[in-house]
């Protein structure tokens, strides 16, 4: 299962959000602002809590102070010292708020009157000697009352105390410094709660008003995104984006893309396919070249000098038409089309994508050109019909109808060449070179001589043989064309789909039969086998043959080729 991606990705390059960014910046600052300016409140107002509660503890210390003084004239009139202090420690608890709150009271030697703790603290003598220290050199120094600090079993208390003459010790109202501390806690905890679910609230809205804000964003930068991915400029569609800086720039994008597109129009009817496609993605064509294993397609209009000096001007009309079928027949079949000159074509297979079927594509783009020519020739077939049943064409009509009556002839060869650029910086252009692009061409050439439409190499025999049953090849000849000193074998690629083909299969095989009694020498027999095939290409060989029982001294079976 292929793993979720929380953004969009060039390559290994996320494109985060522009309000992802803003969000990732607020929020931090949102959160210490609101932190900080809360720490600060939380502080002035323990400050003015302390305060208060040492106003309270003071109000508290009085009480008890007062109530100390009503429980010693209690005391010296009845004698019950035991039950005056347990009466001052019950009045002292019910002031408690805390869970370590305390009062209490000793003497100048930390001798304890009585302790009254919320926790149950009880003393036998104050433990905190630095503290009565300093309360005695206070009471020396004529000082009653005021603030104290001491510490009872490890727990540190804050308060206030009072000399009492009555009882001759002093009197101590104290809060502990962890209540205290854990009320401050308490509330900073209460406080942040507050502010993260606050925050919480207000970064969802934020998003949610980012989403509206940044909606045409998100839209221009997700159509970018997809023509990356598929490597095609396009425009963005921005009829309902708002009327702002961001939509002026998509506006402006959208200009330079039909201007890019239309260039890029231009430029790929004059360059091939995979050249428009390097220039695109790599933004710059450079002279280099490689050699690579190719499939080469070759097609040329026959008689076309006749044409030609038939037509005039108006070839280029009939070109143009010719050419219309027969680029768009190339393309769908992934080839390329490397040159046009004048009535030929050269188009490429393999360089685009699927290499290995390259063989198969190039016999398909053959016979694709080939049946669209002849559906051309059918159709002109039934015009002049229809003129000649209201009148006989003249006889400059005839000569322009046999003009416009296209015949063509295709060779396909492949192999190792050398593909790429060559010419200079100033100029240049895409080509082929190779052996096997001159066997392309000689083998349309080829198609003349044994009147067969198509005439493909033993390369592409083998190529295509494992990759389709929709071709079965039938040998035609074996030929050593000029300039060669080795004979090679020429086929022709029968369309077992197409029903006008498969009514010739019979026939080729009893030509196979024959082609083989020809290759043998036995020219008698051979001969008699042609003539029962009652094809074009049959004629060939009993010309070639003529009236010979056998074949000449050192024949070899190739048949030497006086033309290119």
């Given amino acids: 299962m292929p793993k979720k991606r929380f953004f969009q990705y060039v390559g290994n390059t ?64 009845k004698k019950n010292k035991e039950e005056c202090l347990d009466t001052l420690k019950m009045t002292a608890q019910e002031e408690f708020s805390n869970p370590h709150s305390i009062a209490l009271g000793f003497d100048r030697t930390g001798a304890p009157l009585f302790c009254a703790s919320a926790a149950g603290v009880d003393i036998d003598q104050f433990p905190d000697e630095k503290a009565l220290a300093a309360l ?50 308490a509330i900073i905890l209460i406080i942040s709660v507050v502010i993260l679910l606050l925050t919480v609230v207000f970064v969802a809205l934020g998003v949610y008003m980012f989403k509206a804000v940044f909606a045409s964003i998100s839209k221009i930068t997700n159509s970018l995104y997809d023509m990356q991915r598929r ?9 309902d984006a708002p009327n702002d800086d961001v939509t002026y720039m998509a506006a402006s994008f959208n200009s330079l893309s039909v201007s890019v597109n239309n260039l890029l129009t231009t430029f790929q009817k004059f360059v091939s396919k995979d050249v428009v496609s390097k220039a695109y993605n790599d933004h710059t064509i450079k002279l280099e070249g490689m050699q690579r294993e190719l499939t080469i397609l070759f097609s040329d209009i026959k008689s076309f000098t006749y044409r030609t000096e038939t037509l005039g001007n108006e070839i280029i009309d009939l070109l143009n038409v010719h050419y219309n079928n027969v680029i768009h027949d190339v393309h769908q079949e992934n080839g390329v089309v490397g040159s046009i000159i004048g009535d030929a074509i050269l188009a490429i297979f393999g360089s685009l994508k699927n290499p290995e079927l390259k063989s198969l594509e190039a016999i398909d783009a053959g016979w694709r050109i080939t049946y669209v020519t002849a ?73 003349r ?65 024959a082609l083989q009694a020809y290759y043998d020498g036995d020219w008698k027999n051979a001969r008699k086998l042609f003539k029962k095939v009652d094809m074009e290409v049959a004629d060939v060989f009993l010309e070639r043959m003529g009236a010979r029982g056998n074949a000449p001294e050192k024949w070899r079976g190739i048949w030497t080729m006086t033309t290119k």
């Fill in 136 to 185: 005695n050199e206070s009471f020396d120094a004529g000082v009653m009352e005021g603030q104290i600090a001491f510490e009872i079993y490890g727990v540190e208390y804050r308060g206030v105390y009072k000399y009492s003459e009555d009882w001759t010790s002093y009197l101590v109202r104290a809060e502990s410094g962890g209540d205290i501390a854990r009320y401050k806690v």
């Fill in 14 to 77: 996320p494109i985060i959000p522009i309000s992802v960014k803003i969000l990732a910046i607020f929020i931090p600052l949102i959160l210490m602002s609101n932190f900080m300016t809360n720490l600060i409140s939380v502080q002035l107002s323990q400050r003015q809590v302390t305060e208060l509660t040492n106003r309270l503890t003071v109000t508290q210390l009085k009480e008890l102070y007062k109530n100390a003084s009503s429980q010693y004239q209690i005391y010296s009139y």
């Fill in 231 to 239: 490597s095609q400029l396009e425009t963005i569609d921005i009829s």
């Fill in 449 to 513: 001589v044994y009147h067969l439409p198509i005439v493909v190499s033993e390369y592409i025999v083998e190529d295509v043989k494992d990759k389709s049953d929709r071709y079965k090849f039938y040998e035609i000849d074996t030929i050593q064309v000029k300039g060669k000193t080795k004979g090679k074998k020429i086929f022709f690629p029968l369309d077992t789909e197409h029903e006008g083909q498969r009514e010739l299969m019979p026939k080729f095989d009893i030509y196979e039969e």
């Fill in 375 to 447: 559906d051309l020739r059918e159709k002109m077939k039934a015009q002049r019909k229809k003129i000649e049943d209201v009148r006989k064409l003249t006889a400059a009509e005839d000569r322009i109808y046999k003009a416009v009556l296209l015949d063509i002839g295709v060779g396909i060869d492949g192999g190792t060449v050398f593909y790429g650029n060559i010419g200079s910086d100033e100029h240049m252009t895409n080509t082929v070179i190779g052996d096997n692009v001159n066997s392309a061409s000689r083998l349309e050439g080829v198609t």
